[in-house]
């Protein structure tokens, strides 16, 4: 199974979302993949493929973990490259609190515990809005990624977390919950 632990965002925040980038999607010359209604998330832990034995332990350890509900705002639109092409357009999420934070220590500790490598990269909460496929300078990134900076965004309560299933198909991926920790 391939799978990962991630936070859902509020049904508000996700309508708003998809009514900022709907004006946009027509705007650009450069193949992206939108992330579709119902799967915006911010991405804890992507754990891989991973036998159902050791899915069983995850959700043991899972269901022990200590969790409280927070609020994250969106900070800002940005983008991540690479080769110098922008590949990833996405929402950065703060959190006043360092709730995030922690609780993402505590998931990198509970899977470094169950023998899960941990992540090399500095932790960068954020909501992935489109992966660019084939990408075109031309398009409007620079106005697109202004006008969503831009947006007096709602605070947005995180109250779930949740160990997901992906099944990645041709028409994108489909997210089964396997665990909701309240």
Same mark, same amino acid.
């Given at each position: 199974?391939?799978?990962?632990?991630?936070?859902?965002?509020?049904?508000?925040?996700?309508?708003?979302?998809?009514?900022?980038?709907?004006?946009?999607?027509?705007?650009?010359?450069?193949?992206?993949?939108?992330?579709?209604?119902?799967?915006?998330? $911010?991405?804890?832990?992507?754990?891989?493929?991973?036998? *159902?034995?050791?899915? =069983?332990?995850? /959700?043991? #350890?899972?269901?022990?973990?200590?969790?409280?509900?927070?609020?994250?705002?969106?900070?800002?639109?940005?983008?991540?490259?690479?080769?110098?092409?922008?590949?990833?357009?996405?929402?950065?999420?703060?959190?006043?609190?360092?709730?995030?934070?922690? $609780?993402?220590?505590?998931?990198?500790?509970?899977?470094? *515990?169950?023998?899960? =490598?941990?992540? /090399?990269? #500095?932790?960068k909460p954020h909501l992935t809005l489109a992966r660019v496929k084939f990408f075109q300078s031309n398009?409007?990134?620079?106005?697109?990624?202004?006008?969503?900076?831009?947006?007096?965004?709602?605070?947005?309560?995180?109250?779930?977390?949740?160990?997901?299933?992906?099944?990645?198909?041709?028409?994108?991926?489909?997210?089964?919950?396997?665990?909701? /920790?309240?």
């Amino acid at each position: 199974m391939r799978i990962f632990l991630g936070l859902p965002i509020s049904a508000e925040l996700e309508r708003i979302i998809l009514a900022q980038i709907s004006p946009w999607k027509s705007r650009f010359q450069s193949k992206l993949s939108w992330t579709k209604s119902g799967n915006f998330h $911010l991405t804890l832990k992507f754990l891989g493929e991973v036998p *159902a034995p050791r899915v =069983a332990s995850i /959700k043991t #350890k899972l269901s022990q973990l200590k969790f409280e509900p927070f609020a994250l705002q969106v900070n800002k639109a940005n983008f991540f490259y690479s080769q110098g092409k922008i590949r990833v357009i996405y929402l950065e999420l703060q959190d006043q609190t360092n709730h995030l934070l922690d $609780l993402y220590q505590n998931v990198e500790e509970m899977c470094s *515990a169950l023998g899960f =490598a941990p992540e /090399k990269r #500095k932790y960068k909460p954020h909501l992935t809005l489109a992966r660019v496929k084939f990408f075109q300078s031309n398009d409007p990134w620079a106005q697109f990624k202004q006008t969503l900076s831009e947006i007096n965004w709602p605070r947005c309560l995180i109250s779930q977390l949740i160990l997901w299933e992906s099944q990645l198909t041709p028409k994108g991926p489909i997210y089964t919950p396997l665990l909701i /920790k309240k």
